[in-house]
């Protein structure tokens, strides 16, 4: 034990002693967005965020921030600032950021000793337009008003801008900014260079865009230069998701309600470039349309626009002279013919002309007819706000290289090749064109998440698309006989494990593609990945969980949370975001998208357009599809997702700007549970997806398993939603209201019990003739801890091992909170067997690919039943099931994720692992991000890990990883976040007795049933439930090792 627990600590001890001096604060942002490429914001005083590179046992004393122009002009220098503030510090000057202004900020800190920091790295970002002013007139445009497609056949699409000016004499450009806005997708060029990142995809993000449009912004200064006087600024649009298929997707927030293969009648651009001269002046180049008749949009109609204004305008803290030039903007076709979020892009090489985005450009013959004068779109009006995309763009991630198969006389055609690239995703894929293609060759590309299998089909190597239903999903590429490759997914993504390829107009002595033909490529919103976990159970069956569930949160990241990647919804289903919000923040980096999804679902509360929704969400955010109100259990996320950002990082803006608004939302559903009282109280859905008793026989089979009333699951969420009214009001200092709240939880409750509990059965659920659908029923009254929780936790218990031998019969709701309810109640080996499981249902039956393993899943399914059900609603990629078992790994097997009683920000930690005593899982380790950096967990069972060796097989070869630990030995290592943060270290070591040792870092600190005291970094310790608990901190490394003598 001696020799693996010194192995253990040298490289902690070293680092300890390596540390003369404190390093840098790091990982600085802006409102949350801690990447260059996406820090753009349009509040006048932005915050900061910083990660201080504080000694173990230290806390930040005080900082001091500086932040200034890109051209260096100070505009806010704090000076040293008692406070140990490390995140969301507001911007102190007297005077805001101006709008369009680049800049930069620095961070030194002190700790309690009085050392003092090296100045951080200047990270830069950009404050942008903040009014319409403020985009020196700048209009919308448009290249159509009418349709140019017939209903059948696609001609020629008319989706690029494009101008071309000279700058006047000045003396040298030193910057040049640009800021484009469009529905639904815009991506611009300037003098042929990509403006932004090569990663970009799919901007900007989504929104109801008659109430909202996000813009995003470019560094193009090197571009400009390079043109020398000339500026050529150029715009090619997608039809995203203001314009999709079908129509009945598009919902209240579609303008028309008529197929996407019109051409882009919603696809519409604003633009401004603003560059900065050595000598003094600013010049701007704007969208609009001089001299063209005004085009209304809801009764505002834009008036023409003049050629050249004048204007004194400040800029990097001094007066500037503002000169815009005169824009003549036109519009044409290009390649990509046409292009649907559901369907697919199409892109004719062919129809390529190089040079439509460098100066001096023409059309050439050949298109010269497609192109003509830009026509004015929508004006800024009260009802349409331009807003920063304040958060991540979509990016690409990660190539996936495939394994490619001939497919002949299949359901698929006589010759088709089908990729599987090995992991299910959203994204597109790249094509590299085989030698010797000619031209006019037509490369037809289908995207899948699963092969062709009984009972849809025989097994025949072509993919399976009938989950799809009228999402096309499918990519065209006809070759010009030159280019070599194509990247599709500019405006357009799919869900997919597979593609498969068909390809006309080859000679048959053609060679035919190659495993590299085609690649996939990984795309969804740049949010960093830093949460994981991993443990030792015998076959790796949870590790292949939790890799299926968080793939399965990525795929869904496309500028809001949707529920699935691949058919044709794609929505922000709002139900599915409420259970997963929790786990996606032990995954991702979070705040920044969530904070734009939150003003999203406000923005609902008071749509224009929907004002009969009053106070209330839907379904869904955007409102596309659903009910308005929505169901109670999927209007939860609205709260869900501001106390998670309240816990995360203690953000008092957010919740002094959204409290209001909450107040209505919660004054809404006391409402509507008043009308009806909770036993009626509506519900669009209730619990959802619950598995049949068996297997269905046919793929029309749509049954769902036995479901708790719907009213209790709504009346669930609206008393778990007064839960944390009461915490946020107090948060916000509004005690009166948080009383109030407390009140009407503790009656809702009680109205709880006289409306749901049957005596008869002793078990919620009242109305229920037999014990079918009650192991959800309950496990919601445990979780809300009603009057009869411990009665309804034990009918929990009886009906997963009794009524269903065995197995788990829940839905989502059910899912996310069976594990932990099982766990925290001491029932911690039946949550391990439920979650090892490989019988249908279970998470094991997904991960092995159904009963006849047609489908290993690589991201958690919608259904219990995927692989025999079907083809309506299947997808095999949708997040809601993520959350039971992401939340049960992190915060009980791991023990890490969670803080401290009545704690927020992670200022203090509780870890504490449940399962250790578990022989079936003999270690563990995870990570989570904090604002405060990540924090690290490991734990080993010696035990566990001397029955797994002999057992010998692969069970032996996972006891080796994680911790070594002796038979009789349990070992849990802790490292805290570097950025001051303290933690309850709960080791888990049963009896505490006069016989247990405790040791820290490798001193004594628990002996015969007492603290023992000397330990640095180790506060105290006490007997709690289970094991004894530390208080370690704040920062630092622990690794803790019980025995018993």
């Known amino acids: 034990m001696r020799h693996s627990l010194l192995a253990l600590l040298v490289p902690f001890l070293a680092a300890r002693a390596a540390r003369a001096t404190m390093g840098p604060p790091t990982r600085l942002r802006v409102e949350y967005i801690d990447q260059a ?195 050529a600024l150029a715009l090619e649009l997608g039809n995203g998701w203001a314009d999709v298929l079908p129509a009945a997707w598009n919902g209240s927030d579609a303008q028309v309600s008529v197929p996407w293969r019109r051409g882009g009648a919603l696809r519409k651009a604003v633009a401004m470039l603003v560059v900065d001269t050595l000598d003094g002046p600013s010049f701007s180049v704007v969208t609009g349309a001089p001299g063209a008749p005004a085009v209304a949009f809801d009764g505002v109609a834009t008036a023409p626009l003049p050629g050249v204004e004048l204007a004194r305008r400040p800029h990097n803290g001094t007066a500037r002279q503002a000169v815009r030039l005169n824009a003549s903007w036109s519009c044409g076709g290009g390649p990509r013919v046409n292009d649907s979020i559901y369907d697919g892009e199409a892109f004719h090489a062919g129809r390529q002309t190089p040079g439509w985005d460098m ?112 999402a096309l999903a499918t990519d065209t590429y006809v070759h010009d006989g030159v280019t070599e490759s194509h990247e599709f997914g500019e405006a357009t993504y799919h869900g997919f494990r597979f593609a498969q390829l068909a390809v006309s107009g080859v000679p048959e002595s053609w060679a035919g593609p190659n495993d590299k033909t085609l690649v996939a490529v990984h795309f969804r919103t740049d949010v960093a990945r830093e949460g994981s976990f ?16 968080a793939w399965v949160q990525a795929a869904n990241l496309m500028s809001l949370p949707s529920d699935c990647p691949q058919r044709d919804e794609r929505k922000g289903w709002m139900g599915d975001s409420a259970l997963s919000t929790e786990s996606f923040f032990y995954n991702f980096d979070m705040p920044a998208l969530f904070g734009q999804w939150v003003q999203a679902m406000r923005d609902q509360q008071v749509n224009p357009f929907q004002p009969e929704h009053g106070a209330s969400v839907g379904d869904t955010t955007p409102l596309t599809f659903g009910s308005a109100p929505g169901d109670p259990s999927w209007q939860t996320a609205y709260p869900t997702a501001v106390s998670q950002l309240w816990h995360y990082a203690e953000d008092r803006q957010l919740l002094g700007s959204i409290l209001g608004p909450l107040h209505q939302y919660a004054a809404a559903l006391s409402s509507a549970a008043n009308a009806t009282g909770l036993k009626k109280m509506f519900a669009h859905y209730g619990e959802w997806v619950t598995p049949p008793t068996v297997l269905p026989t046919s793929p029309n089979d749509s049954t769902q398993g036995p479901k708790p009333p719907k009213s209790l699951v709504s009346a669930f969420n609206f008393i778990s939603d007064l839960d944390r009214m009461v915490e946020l009001s107090a948060a916000a200092g509004d005690a009166a209201a948080a009383r109030q709240y407390v009140a009407e939880a503790a009656a809702r409750r009680e109205e709880f019990d006289q409306a749901f509990w049957d005596w008869t059965i002793n078990a919620y659920g009242a109305g229920f003739a037999n014990r079918d659908g009650l ?28 009524t269903h031998a065995g197995k788990l019969a829940v839905g989502i709701s059910g899912s996310k909170n069976l594990f932990r309810q099982l ?30 393993g047609y489908e290993p899943a690589t991201t958690l399914w919608e259904l219990w039943t995927a692989p025999v059900s ?6 095999r990629a949708h997040h809601m099931f993520s959350a039971g078992p992401e939340m049960w790994f992190f915060e009980h097997v791991a023990g890490l994720g969670l803080q401290c009683g009545g704690q927020t920000g992670f200022a203090c930690l509780r870890i504490h692992p449940r399962v250790t005593a578990q022989p079936q899982i003999p270690w563990a380790n995870a990570t989570v991000p904090t604002l405060r950096g990540p924090a690290t967990v490991s734990w080993t069972n010696g035990t566990s890990v001397a029955a797994a060796r002999l057992a010998g097989g692969e069970a032996a070869n996972r006891a080796s990883q994680g911790l070594r630990a002796d038979d009789g030995q349990l070992l849990l290592s802790v490292r805290l976040p570097v950025g001051g943060a303290s933690a309850e270290v709960v080791v888990p070591a049963g009896d505490t007795g006069p016989g247990l040792l405790i040791t820290a870092n490798g001193e004594l ?7 023992v005291s000397g330990c640095q970094g180790v506060a105290g310790a006490s007997a709690v439930d289970g094991g004894v608990e530390f208080l370690v901190g704040p920062g630092g490394a622990f690794v803790f090792s019980a025995t018993f003598a």
Not at 447 to 458: F, S, T, W
Not at 824 to 838: E, N
Not at 842 to 852: K, Q
């Open 37 to 231: 490429d996406w820090a753009l914001v349009d509040t006048p005083r932005p915050r900061f965020s910083w990660v201080p590179d504080l000694e173990a046992g230290q806390l930040q004393s005080a900082y001091s921030i500086s932040v200034r122009t890109a051209a260096g002009t100070a505009l806010w220098d704090s000076g040293k600032v008692e406070s140990a503030a490390s995140f969301n510090v507001a911007f102190g000057a007297d005077d805001p950021v101006p709008a369009d202004t680049a800049a930069t900020v620095s961070v030194r800190v002190w700790d309690q000793a009085g050392q003092v920091s090296p100045w951080s790295d200047p990270f830069s970002f950009v404050v942008g337009p903040r009014a319409s002013g403020d985009w020196r007139g700048a209009a919308w445009i448009a290249c159509n008003q009418t349709g140019e497609f017939d209903a059948e056949t696609p001609t020629y699409a008319r989706n690029r801008f494009r101008t071309e000016v000279r700058l006047p004499a000045h003396k040298g450009v030193t910057s040049a900014r640009l800021y484009v806005a469009g529905t639904g997708i815009a991506r611009a060029f300037v003098n042929g260079q990509t403006a932004g990142s090569a990663r970009a995809r799919l901007q900007a993000g989504w929104t109801a865009f008659r109430q909202r449009v996000l813009y995003t912004y470019a560094d193009v200064t090197g571009a400009v230069q390079a043109g020398g006087d000339s500026v």
């Open 359 to 470: 100066p001096g450009w023409s059309p050439p013959p050949s298109v010269r007819d497609t192109w003509a004068p830009a026509l004015a779109a929508w004006p800024f009006s009260s009802a349409i706000t331009l807003s920063a995309q304040a958060m991540p763009a979509v990016a690409t991630q990660a190539d996936f290289p495939g394994s490619m198969k001939e497919v002949r006389n299949s359901s698929a055609g006589p010759l088709v090749w089908v990729w599987d690239f090995g992991q299910n995703m959203a994204g597109a894929v790249r094509l590299t064109v085989p030698e010797g293609t000619p031209s006019g060759a037509t490369f037809v590309i289908k995207h899948a998440e699963v092969l062709m299998h009984p009972p849809y089909g025989p097994v025949d190597g072509s993919v399976y698309t009938g989950n799809l239903r009228s």
């Open 534 to 549: 991993s443990a030792g159970d015998a076959t790796g069956l949870l590790d292949k969980i939790h890799h299926a569930a």
């Open 775 to 802: 192991q959800v029923s309950n496990i919601l009254a445990a979780a809300l801890g009603v009057k009869h929780a411990e009665e309804a936790f034990l009918s929990t218990v009886y009906d997963i091992e009794v």
């Open 823 to 852: 766990t925290l109640h001491g029932y911690s080996s039946l949550a391990v067997d439920l979650m090892l499981q490989r019988e249908y249902p279970s998470f094991g039956f997904m991960i092995d690919g159904g009963t006849h």
């Open 870 to 875: 079907g083809p309506g609603m299947n997808s």
């Open 1005 to 1011: 600190a628990w002996a015969e049933g007492e603290f």
